[in-house]
């Protein structure tokens, strides 16, 4: 769901990388700004209503046809 150009990745439990991830984060505004900006894009494009309504209704409509 996150890439590389929305996000920061982090082994599973490694709580010292999450949190100098954390740290880097915060200590760069225009960083943030990127991403943030595309988390809009992706979710735009990605997460329309209808697509999203469409894939809940196959998967609705598969479940209580088994």
Do not use: P, Q, W
Request: charged content about 35%; proline content about 0%; some cysteine.
């Amino acid at each position: 769901l996150v890439s590389k150009k929305e996000g920061v990745f982090v082994e599973t439990g490694d709580v010292e990388g999450f949190s100098t991830a954390t740290l880097n984060m915060l200590d760069n505004e225009t960083k943030i700004k990127k991403m943030s900006a595309n988390c809009r894009k992706r979710a735009l494009r990605d997460y329309k209503i209808e697509k999203t309504v469409s894939e809940h209704v196959k998967m609705y409509e598969k479940i209580t046809s088994e």
